[in-house]
């Protein structure tokens, strides 16, 4: 089972892509709404979440999660002592945890990613304290998973297509989509 995590305001590209992609994939894909089950998204779409995060349980079917970017929307998320819980339970589990965009800052603050591999939205490396900041659309270290933006949401969903079911599932869901 996989959480991905929507607050109000994340970037819809970073979270449907890899949803689709892992479903695709036939993942049980579990989406969270943080306070709500009706979040908006940074550009006004809403979308109605299979849960909120007070109901997701932490357990061990937990596979992985995944925190889309946007504004406000990574803010939001590490606002959620709910969210925060999610990720210590994964660090705790070795639990493989994605964010894109701004999200990996959450892991950041949480001074997860130091001496890790990492890449983030341009302009929030800062944010990633410690890390060694790639040049590359994803970065993989050890349970973390993180990626630059919107552009880069299918090379992430592929990446977790990879690490929750494995490559050659993700080499069949770039030729089924076309991306070339």
């Given at each position: 089972?996989i959480?991905?995590y929507l607050?109000?305001?994340f ?8 949803i689709d992609l ?6 049980k894909?579990?989406?969270?709404g ?7 998204s ?5 979308i109605?979440?299979d ?5 997701a349980?932490?357990?061990d079917e937990?596979?992985m999660i995944?925190l889309?970017g946007g504004?406000?929307g990574?803010l939001?998320l590490?606002?959620s002592?709910?969210?925060?819980a999610a990720?210590?339970?994964c660090v705790?589990?070795?639990i493989?945890i994605g ?14 990613l130091n001496?890790?591999?990492a890449?983030?939205y341009?302009g929030?490396?800062?944010q ?6 790639l040049?590359?659309?994803?970065a ?18 592929l990446k ?7 490559a050659?599932?993700?080499g069949r869901?770039r030729?089924a989509?076309?991306?070339?």
């Open positions: 089972m959480y991905v607050a109000n305001g970037e819809e590209t970073e979270a449907i892509a890899p892992l479903r695709r994939s036939e993942k894909v579990i989406t969270v943080v306070g709500d089950n009706i979040i908006t940074s550009h006004g779409v809403n109605v979440t849960t909120i995060a007070q109901e349980p932490l357990t937990l596979e995944v889309p504004m406000p990574t939001n590490e606002a002592p709910y969210v925060q990720i210590d339970y705790a589990n070795n493989y964010a894109i965009c701004a999200a990996p800052s959450i892991l950041g603050h949480k001074g997860l001496g890790k591999k890449v983030c341009q929030f490396e800062t990633l304290d410690g890390a060694e900041i040049d590359a659309p994803v993989e270290d050890g349970i973390f998973i993180t990626a630059r933006g919107a552009g880069a949401a299918i090379d992430f969903g977790l297509v990879e690490k929750a079911v494995s050659a599932e993700s869901q030729k989509i076309m991306y070339d």
